[in-house]
Protein backbone atom coordinates (compact mmCIF):
# COMPACT_ATOMS: atom_id res chain seq x y z
CA UNK A 1 0.00 0.00 0.00
CA UNK A 2 2.68 2.42 0.80
CA UNK A 3 4.57 1.74 -2.17
CA UNK A 4 0.95 2.17 -4.75
CA UNK A 5 1.20 5.57 -2.65
CA UNK A 6 4.40 6.63 -3.28
CA UNK A 7 4.07 5.80 -7.07
CA UNK A 8 0.80 8.55 -6.91
CA UNK A 9 3.04 11.03 -5.70
CA UNK A 10 6.03 10.57 -8.09
CA UNK A 11 3.57 10.53 -10.71
CA UNK A 12 1.94 13.55 -9.92
CA UNK A 13 5.58 15.10 -8.99
CA UNK A 14 6.39 14.26 -12.47
CA UNK A 15 3.43 15.55 -14.94
CA UNK A 16 3.60 18.88 -12.64
CA UNK A 17 7.53 18.92 -13.87
CA UNK A 18 6.62 17.83 -17.16
CA UNK A 19 3.99 20.59 -17.37
CA UNK A 20 6.22 23.57 -16.36
CA UNK A 21 8.77 22.62 -18.33
CA UNK A 22 6.40 22.12 -21.53
CA UNK A 23 4.58 25.58 -20.71
CA UNK A 24 8.34 27.39 -20.47
CA UNK A 25 9.92 25.72 -23.51
CA UNK A 26 6.78 26.35 -26.31
CA UNK A 27 5.63 29.21 -24.66
CA UNK A 28 8.92 30.83 -25.32
CA UNK A 29 9.40 28.94 -28.94
CA UNK A 30 5.84 30.67 -29.71
CA UNK A 31 7.51 34.29 -28.66
CA UNK A 32 10.26 33.87 -31.12
CA UNK A 33 8.59 32.32 -33.62
CA UNK A 34 6.03 35.73 -33.63
CA UNK A 35 8.83 37.87 -33.61
CA UNK A 36 10.57 36.51 -36.80
CA UNK A 37 6.77 36.66 -38.58
CA UNK A 38 7.33 40.43 -37.27
CA UNK A 39 10.63 41.53 -39.18
CA UNK A 40 9.59 39.13 -42.29
CA UNK A 41 6.81 41.43 -42.96
CA UNK A 42 7.84 44.62 -42.34
CA UNK A 43 10.83 43.82 -44.05
CA UNK A 44 11.33 43.98 -47.74
CA UNK A 45 13.27 40.69 -49.21
CA UNK A 46 16.45 42.99 -50.90
CA UNK A 47 17.10 44.73 -47.27
CA UNK A 48 17.48 41.19 -45.79
CA UNK A 49 20.72 40.19 -47.44
CA UNK A 50 22.05 38.71 -44.29
CA UNK A 51 18.38 37.64 -42.72
CA UNK A 52 19.01 34.83 -40.32
CA UNK A 53 16.10 34.93 -39.09
CA UNK A 54 14.73 34.17 -42.34
CA UNK A 55 16.15 31.26 -42.22
CA UNK A 56 14.84 30.40 -38.73
CA UNK A 57 11.55 31.06 -39.72
CA UNK A 58 11.67 28.72 -42.73
CA UNK A 59 12.79 25.93 -40.55
CA UNK A 60 10.15 26.30 -38.02
CA UNK A 61 7.20 26.41 -41.17
CA UNK A 62 4.88 23.55 -40.62
CA UNK A 63 4.40 20.28 -42.67
CA UNK A 64 1.65 20.07 -44.93
CA UNK A 65 0.18 17.97 -47.28
CA UNK A 66 -0.82 19.88 -50.40
CA UNK A 67 -3.76 18.15 -51.78
CA UNK A 68 -3.64 17.61 -55.55
CA UNK A 69 -7.17 16.59 -57.17
CA UNK A 70 -8.83 16.74 -60.93
CA UNK A 71 -11.17 14.72 -62.47
CA UNK A 72 -8.50 11.91 -63.56
CA UNK A 73 -5.72 11.93 -60.84
CA UNK A 74 -5.62 12.87 -56.86
CA UNK A 75 -2.48 13.04 -54.56
CA UNK A 76 -0.26 14.80 -52.14
CA UNK A 77 2.84 17.31 -52.45
CA UNK A 78 4.24 17.49 -49.14
CA UNK A 79 5.54 20.77 -48.47
CA UNK A 80 8.47 19.15 -46.99
CA UNK A 81 11.24 18.34 -49.59
CA UNK A 82 8.40 19.82 -52.25
CA UNK A 83 8.13 16.27 -53.71
CA UNK A 84 4.78 15.18 -55.97
CA UNK A 85 5.11 11.64 -53.74
CA UNK A 86 1.49 10.53 -54.80
CA UNK A 87 -0.60 10.25 -57.18
CA UNK A 88 -3.02 7.37 -58.29
CA UNK A 89 -5.95 7.56 -60.85
CA UNK A 90 -9.67 7.81 -60.05
CA UNK A 91 -10.78 5.89 -63.49
CA UNK A 92 -8.69 2.76 -62.62
CA UNK A 93 -9.28 0.32 -59.99
CA UNK A 94 -6.70 -1.71 -58.79
CA UNK A 95 -8.27 -4.74 -59.18
CA UNK A 96 -11.88 -5.64 -61.29
CA UNK A 97 -14.02 -6.56 -58.32
CA UNK A 98 -12.41 -3.74 -55.64
CA UNK A 99 -12.93 -0.17 -55.11
CA UNK A 100 -8.89 0.84 -54.45
CA UNK A 101 -7.93 2.57 -57.63
CA UNK A 102 -4.32 2.39 -58.75
CA UNK A 103 -1.35 4.40 -57.17
CA UNK A 104 1.15 5.25 -59.40
CA UNK A 105 3.49 7.18 -57.10
CA UNK A 106 3.52 5.69 -53.57
CA UNK A 107 6.35 8.70 -51.71
CA UNK A 108 8.80 6.46 -50.25
CA UNK A 109 9.14 4.09 -53.21
CA UNK A 110 8.27 6.16 -56.26
CA UNK A 111 7.94 9.64 -56.78
CA UNK A 112 9.36 12.88 -58.77
CA UNK A 113 10.33 16.26 -58.04
CA UNK A 114 12.20 19.06 -59.50
CA UNK A 115 16.05 20.96 -57.69
CA UNK A 116 17.99 23.25 -57.99
CA UNK A 117 21.71 21.92 -57.87
CA UNK A 118 25.34 24.26 -58.02
CA UNK A 119 28.78 23.53 -58.35
CA UNK A 120 29.56 25.31 -55.37
CA UNK A 121 29.02 23.56 -52.61
CA UNK A 122 28.60 27.01 -49.57
CA UNK A 123 25.30 27.71 -51.56
CA UNK A 124 22.74 26.85 -49.58
CA UNK A 125 20.12 24.49 -51.59
CA UNK A 126 16.40 23.44 -50.59
CA UNK A 127 16.68 19.67 -49.67
CA UNK A 128 14.04 16.51 -48.83
CA UNK A 129 14.01 18.27 -44.86
CA UNK A 130 13.22 21.83 -45.73
CA UNK A 131 10.13 23.29 -45.02
CA UNK A 132 8.29 25.17 -48.06
CA UNK A 133 5.59 27.55 -47.26
CA UNK A 134 2.36 26.85 -49.16
CA UNK A 135 -0.15 29.65 -50.28
CA UNK A 136 -2.37 26.72 -50.11
CA UNK A 137 -3.24 23.36 -49.38
CA UNK A 138 -5.49 22.73 -52.22
CA UNK A 139 -4.29 22.25 -55.77
CA UNK A 140 -6.88 21.72 -59.07
CA UNK A 141 -7.00 22.89 -62.36
CA UNK A 142 -8.93 26.17 -61.32
CA UNK A 143 -6.40 26.72 -57.94
CA UNK A 144 -2.65 26.42 -58.50
CA UNK A 145 -0.09 26.42 -55.88
CA UNK A 146 3.02 28.49 -54.63
CA UNK A 147 5.23 27.27 -52.27
CA UNK A 148 8.48 29.17 -51.03
CA UNK A 149 11.58 28.82 -49.44
CA UNK A 150 14.02 31.19 -48.00
CA UNK A 151 17.93 30.07 -47.51
CA UNK A 152 18.58 32.84 -45.65
CA UNK A 153 21.62 33.97 -47.94
CA UNK A 154 20.25 35.89 -50.42
CA UNK A 155 18.33 33.30 -52.22
CA UNK A 156 13.93 32.92 -52.21
CA UNK A 157 12.76 30.01 -53.74
CA UNK A 158 9.92 29.82 -55.41
CA UNK A 159 7.58 26.67 -57.10
CA UNK A 160 4.47 27.33 -58.68
CA UNK A 161 2.36 24.15 -59.82
CA UNK A 162 -0.44 24.07 -61.67
CA UNK A 163 -2.48 20.93 -63.33
CA UNK A 164 -4.41 20.38 -66.15
CA UNK A 165 -7.88 18.13 -66.35
CA UNK A 166 -5.93 14.97 -67.74
CA UNK A 167 -2.39 13.83 -66.19
CA UNK A 168 -0.25 16.80 -66.77
CA UNK A 169 1.44 18.54 -63.81
CA UNK A 170 3.29 21.84 -64.76
CA UNK A 171 6.04 23.29 -62.55
CA UNK A 172 7.63 26.60 -62.66
CA UNK A 173 10.75 26.83 -60.34
CA UNK A 174 11.91 30.26 -59.61
CA UNK A 175 15.06 31.84 -58.06
CA UNK A 176 14.77 35.61 -56.81
CA UNK A 177 18.57 36.93 -55.99
CA UNK A 178 18.16 39.46 -53.15
CA UNK A 179 21.43 39.09 -51.94
CA UNK A 180 24.55 40.85 -53.28
CA UNK A 181 26.29 37.92 -54.76
CA UNK A 182 25.86 36.43 -57.96
CA UNK A 183 24.74 33.05 -57.78
CA UNK A 184 25.56 29.52 -60.50
CA UNK A 185 22.56 27.23 -60.21
CA UNK A 186 21.52 24.36 -62.29
CA UNK A 187 17.93 23.26 -62.73
CA UNK A 188 17.40 19.35 -62.55
CA UNK A 189 13.96 17.26 -63.04
CA UNK A 190 13.95 13.48 -60.81
CA UNK A 191 11.95 10.54 -61.59
CA UNK A 192 13.13 8.40 -58.60
CA UNK A 193 12.08 4.66 -58.10
CA UNK A 194 13.37 1.50 -55.93
CA UNK A 195 12.98 -1.34 -58.23
CA UNK A 196 14.24 -5.00 -56.83
CA UNK A 197 13.64 -7.02 -60.02
CA UNK A 198 11.87 -7.14 -63.31
CA UNK A 199 8.88 -9.41 -63.84
CA UNK A 200 10.81 -11.12 -67.01
CA UNK A 201 7.59 -9.87 -69.52
CA UNK A 202 9.10 -10.35 -73.13
CA UNK A 203 6.06 -9.04 -75.21
CA UNK A 204 5.79 -5.88 -74.08
CA UNK A 205 8.56 -2.70 -72.27
CA UNK A 206 8.92 -1.90 -68.91
CA UNK A 207 11.23 0.24 -66.80
CA UNK A 208 13.32 3.37 -67.36
CA UNK A 209 12.67 4.92 -71.12
CA UNK A 210 13.32 8.36 -72.56
CA UNK A 211 13.60 9.99 -76.24
CA UNK A 212 16.70 11.53 -76.49
CA UNK A 213 17.50 13.55 -79.85
CA UNK A 214 13.97 12.17 -81.47
CA UNK A 215 14.93 8.24 -80.42
CA UNK A 216 13.34 6.28 -77.92
CA UNK A 217 15.69 4.41 -75.61
CA UNK A 218 14.77 1.65 -73.11
CA UNK A 219 17.21 1.75 -70.61
CA UNK A 220 16.48 -1.49 -68.66
CA UNK A 221 17.17 -1.72 -64.89
CA UNK A 222 19.72 -4.25 -65.16
CA UNK A 223 22.27 -2.16 -67.54
CA UNK A 224 22.10 0.90 -65.48
CA UNK A 225 22.79 -1.73 -62.43
CA UNK A 226 25.89 -2.92 -64.31
CA UNK A 227 26.70 0.62 -65.86
CA UNK A 228 25.73 2.55 -62.74
CA UNK A 229 25.37 5.78 -64.83
CA UNK A 230 24.01 6.01 -68.51
CA UNK A 231 24.06 9.50 -69.71
CA UNK A 232 22.59 11.08 -72.77
CA UNK A 233 22.71 14.68 -74.37
CA UNK A 234 19.58 15.67 -75.97
CA UNK A 235 17.49 18.86 -77.03
CA UNK A 236 13.90 18.02 -75.70
CA UNK A 237 12.32 14.80 -75.83
CA UNK A 238 10.86 13.17 -72.36
CA UNK A 239 12.37 10.75 -70.24
CA UNK A 240 10.92 8.49 -67.24
CA UNK A 241 9.82 5.20 -66.19
CA UNK A 242 7.03 2.99 -67.89
CA UNK A 243 4.97 0.71 -66.47
CA UNK A 244 2.61 -1.95 -68.78
CA UNK A 245 -0.25 0.50 -68.59
CA UNK A 246 1.07 3.46 -66.52
CA UNK A 247 4.08 6.60 -67.55
CA UNK A 248 5.71 8.74 -65.30
CA UNK A 249 7.51 11.11 -67.46
CA UNK A 250 9.20 14.43 -67.31
CA UNK A 251 8.41 16.21 -70.53
CA UNK A 252 11.26 19.39 -70.59
CA UNK A 253 11.10 22.52 -73.18
CA UNK A 254 11.78 21.22 -76.66
CA UNK A 255 13.99 23.73 -77.62
CA UNK A 256 16.31 23.31 -74.75
CA UNK A 257 19.78 21.30 -74.32
CA UNK A 258 19.78 19.30 -70.99
CA UNK A 259 21.86 16.11 -69.85
CA UNK A 260 19.87 13.02 -69.42
CA UNK A 261 21.30 10.59 -66.51
CA UNK A 262 20.14 7.25 -65.91
CA UNK A 263 21.82 5.81 -62.15
CA UNK A 264 21.81 3.18 -59.75
CA UNK A 265 22.64 3.27 -56.09
CA UNK A 266 22.08 1.30 -53.36
CA UNK A 267 20.74 2.96 -49.71
CA UNK A 268 20.46 0.07 -47.36
CA UNK A 269 18.99 -2.52 -48.58
CA UNK A 270 17.30 -1.04 -51.40
CA UNK A 271 17.96 -0.44 -55.38
CA UNK A 272 17.13 3.21 -56.25
CA UNK A 273 17.35 4.07 -60.18
CA UNK A 274 17.08 7.50 -60.76
CA UNK A 275 16.38 9.24 -63.94
CA UNK A 276 17.62 12.53 -63.72
CA UNK A 277 18.28 15.83 -65.85
CA UNK A 278 19.71 19.20 -65.48
CA UNK A 279 20.23 22.30 -67.80
CA UNK A 280 23.55 24.49 -67.96
CA UNK A 281 24.29 26.72 -65.61
CA UNK A 282 21.92 29.62 -64.80
CA UNK A 283 23.91 33.14 -63.76
CA UNK A 284 21.57 35.05 -61.10
CA UNK A 285 22.71 38.65 -60.35
CA UNK A 286 21.48 40.52 -57.26
CA UNK A 287 18.40 42.28 -58.02
CA UNK A 288 17.30 39.46 -60.86
CA UNK A 289 16.06 36.10 -60.89
CA UNK A 290 15.84 33.38 -63.03
CA UNK A 291 12.64 30.57 -63.68
CA UNK A 292 12.42 27.20 -65.29
CA UNK A 293 9.32 25.59 -66.47
CA UNK A 294 8.83 21.46 -66.23
CA UNK A 295 6.07 19.56 -66.89
CA UNK A 296 5.24 16.10 -65.88
CA UNK A 297 2.67 13.75 -66.98
CA UNK A 298 1.75 11.20 -64.45
CA UNK A 299 -0.99 9.03 -65.56
CA UNK A 300 -2.37 6.30 -67.88
CA UNK A 301 -1.32 5.64 -71.43
CA UNK A 302 -4.45 6.17 -73.28
CA UNK A 303 -3.50 6.34 -76.98
CA UNK A 304 -5.81 9.67 -77.40
CA UNK A 305 -4.73 11.63 -74.39
CA UNK A 306 -0.35 10.63 -75.36
CA UNK A 307 -1.37 11.75 -79.14
CA UNK A 308 -3.28 15.26 -77.54
CA UNK A 309 -0.06 15.62 -75.49
CA UNK A 310 2.59 15.17 -78.23
CA UNK A 311 0.71 17.80 -80.50
CA UNK A 312 0.21 20.22 -77.67
CA UNK A 313 3.83 20.20 -76.18
CA UNK A 314 5.40 19.93 -79.91
CA UNK A 315 7.13 16.39 -78.90
CA UNK A 316 8.52 13.93 -80.75
CA UNK A 317 7.53 10.23 -80.19
CA UNK A 318 5.34 9.93 -76.79
CA UNK A 319 2.50 8.07 -77.52
CA UNK A 320 5.84 5.27 -78.19
CA UNK A 321 5.67 5.17 -74.37
CA UNK A 322 2.83 2.31 -75.37
CA UNK A 323 5.15 -0.44 -76.03
CA UNK A 324 3.47 -1.10 -79.97
CA UNK A 325 6.52 -2.90 -81.34
CA UNK A 326 8.33 -3.44 -84.78
CA UNK A 327 5.04 -3.72 -86.18
CA UNK A 328 4.26 0.24 -84.99
CA UNK A 329 2.36 0.56 -88.66
CA UNK A 330 -0.07 -1.34 -87.64
CA UNK A 331 -0.22 -1.48 -84.18
CA UNK A 332 -1.27 1.71 -84.26
CA UNK A 333 -3.93 2.08 -86.04
CA UNK A 334 -5.54 -0.93 -84.86
CA UNK A 335 -5.37 0.27 -81.49
CA UNK A 336 -7.28 3.81 -82.81
CA UNK A 337 -9.85 0.95 -84.35
CA UNK A 338 -10.40 -0.55 -80.69
CA UNK A 339 -10.60 2.17 -78.74
CA UNK A 340 -13.07 4.23 -81.35
CA UNK A 341 -15.19 0.98 -81.92
CA UNK A 342 -14.99 0.51 -77.34
CA UNK A 343 -16.35 4.48 -76.91
CA UNK A 344 -19.08 3.57 -79.84
CA UNK A 345 -20.68 0.26 -78.68
CA UNK A 346 -19.63 0.48 -75.11
CA UNK A 347 -18.25 -2.92 -74.64
CA UNK A 348 -15.16 -4.20 -74.98
CA UNK A 349 -15.95 -7.70 -75.66
CA UNK A 350 -18.52 -6.73 -78.34
CA UNK A 351 -15.68 -4.03 -79.44
CA UNK A 352 -12.93 -6.80 -79.72
CA UNK A 353 -15.75 -9.32 -81.97
CA UNK A 354 -16.48 -6.41 -84.49
CA UNK A 355 -12.73 -5.42 -84.93
CA UNK A 356 -12.10 -9.25 -85.58
CA UNK A 357 -14.93 -9.08 -87.97
CA UNK A 358 -13.58 -6.65 -89.54
CA UNK A 359 -10.05 -8.02 -90.29
CA UNK A 360 -11.62 -10.84 -91.52
CA UNK A 361 -13.58 -8.97 -93.93
CA UNK A 362 -10.71 -6.59 -95.00
CA UNK A 363 -8.45 -10.23 -95.60
CA UNK A 364 -10.96 -12.18 -97.16
CA UNK A 365 -9.58 -11.69 -100.90
CA UNK A 366 -6.20 -13.24 -99.34
CA UNK A 367 -7.74 -15.79 -97.18
CA UNK A 368 -9.85 -16.57 -99.89
CA UNK A 369 -7.28 -17.05 -102.66
CA UNK A 370 -5.25 -19.52 -99.98
CA UNK A 371 -8.30 -21.53 -99.67
CA UNK A 372 -8.32 -21.98 -103.73
CA UNK A 373 -5.06 -22.94 -103.97
CA UNK A 374 -5.04 -25.56 -101.74
CA UNK A 375 -8.19 -26.46 -102.97
CA UNK A 376 -6.55 -27.00 -106.10
CA UNK A 377 -3.61 -28.45 -104.77
CA UNK A 378 -6.25 -31.40 -103.28
CA UNK A 379 -7.15 -32.13 -106.32
CA UNK A 380 -3.67 -33.08 -107.65
CA UNK A 381 -3.51 -35.64 -105.27
CA UNK A 382 -4.48 -38.01 -107.36
CA UNK A 383 -2.24 -37.33 -110.17
CA UNK A 384 1.16 -36.68 -108.15
CA UNK A 385 0.24 -40.28 -106.41
CA UNK A 386 1.06 -41.56 -109.99
CA UNK A 387 3.34 -39.86 -111.19
CA UNK A 388 4.99 -40.99 -107.94
CA UNK A 389 4.35 -43.97 -108.66
CA UNK A 390 5.84 -43.74 -112.41
CA UNK A 391 8.87 -42.82 -111.58
CA UNK A 392 9.62 -44.38 -108.14
CA UNK A 393 12.94 -44.72 -107.26
CA UNK A 394 13.88 -41.87 -109.24
CA UNK A 395 13.44 -38.66 -107.78
CA UNK A 396 15.00 -36.81 -110.28
CA UNK A 397 12.25 -37.21 -113.11
CA UNK A 398 9.76 -37.18 -110.15
CA UNK A 399 10.33 -33.65 -109.39
CA UNK A 400 10.43 -32.30 -112.94
CA UNK A 401 7.28 -34.38 -113.94
CA UNK A 402 5.73 -32.55 -110.71
CA UNK A 403 6.60 -29.32 -111.66
CA UNK A 404 5.45 -29.89 -115.53
CA UNK A 405 2.16 -30.63 -113.95
CA UNK A 406 1.91 -27.85 -111.68
CA UNK A 407 2.90 -25.50 -114.29
CA UNK A 408 0.53 -26.95 -116.98
CA UNK A 409 -2.12 -26.39 -114.53
CA UNK A 410 -1.23 -22.96 -113.81
CA UNK A 411 -0.71 -23.80 -110.11
CA UNK A 412 1.84 -22.54 -107.64
CA UNK A 413 3.33 -24.51 -105.16
CA UNK A 414 3.16 -21.39 -102.50
CA UNK A 415 0.21 -19.80 -103.73
CA UNK A 416 -1.68 -21.23 -100.82
CA UNK A 417 1.04 -20.33 -97.77
CA UNK A 418 1.77 -16.97 -99.39
CA UNK A 419 -1.37 -15.35 -98.17
CA UNK A 420 -1.18 -16.69 -94.57
CA UNK A 421 1.45 -15.56 -94.34
CA UNK A 422 0.41 -11.87 -95.15
CA UNK A 423 -2.21 -11.97 -92.76
CA UNK A 424 0.23 -12.98 -90.11
CA UNK A 425 1.45 -9.60 -89.29
CA UNK A 426 -2.36 -8.28 -88.71
CA UNK A 427 -3.05 -10.68 -86.91
CA UNK A 428 0.19 -10.35 -84.29
CA UNK A 429 -0.79 -6.68 -84.74
CA UNK A 430 -3.85 -7.20 -83.34
CA UNK A 431 -2.54 -9.61 -80.83
CA UNK A 432 -0.04 -7.27 -79.64
CA UNK A 433 -2.99 -5.02 -79.31
CA UNK A 434 -5.23 -6.36 -77.00
CA UNK A 435 -2.25 -7.67 -74.72
CA UNK A 436 -0.75 -4.09 -74.02
CA UNK A 437 -3.99 -1.76 -74.78
CA UNK A 438 -5.31 0.12 -71.29
CA UNK A 439 -8.47 -0.31 -73.13
CA UNK A 440 -8.39 -4.03 -72.87
CA UNK A 441 -7.36 -3.64 -69.27
Keep these: ?75 T ?35 AQTIWTSDDPN ?10 KANSTNLSEDSPVTLTWDNGAGLLFEKYISIDKNYLITIVDRVKNYGSVSESLKSAAIVS ?20 NGKVEEVKYEDISKKKEIRYQTQGGWFGVTDKYWLTAFVPNQKSNCDVVFKHLT ?28 RLFVGAKEIKTLDMYEEKLDVKSFDLAIDFGWLYILTKPLLYILAYIKD ?72 GCLPLLLQSPVLFALYKVLYISIEMR
Design 193 to 212: RNFESADGAVSFYEGPIGCM
Design 344 to 415: LVGNMGLGILLITLLIKLLLFPLANKSYRSMNRMSAMQPKIQALKKKYEGDSAKFGQAVSELYKKEGINPVG
Design 267 to 294: VGDKNVYKIESSTDSMQIDPASGVSKEH
Design 77 to 111: ICSQGARIDNISLKKYKKDSDGDEVVQVLDGENYF
Design 1 to 75: MEEDKRNVMLFFAVSILIMIGYQYLFDKSAVTETTTQVIEEKTSAPAISSAPKAAVSVQQAKIENIRLENENISG
Design 123 to 132: VILPDKNSRW
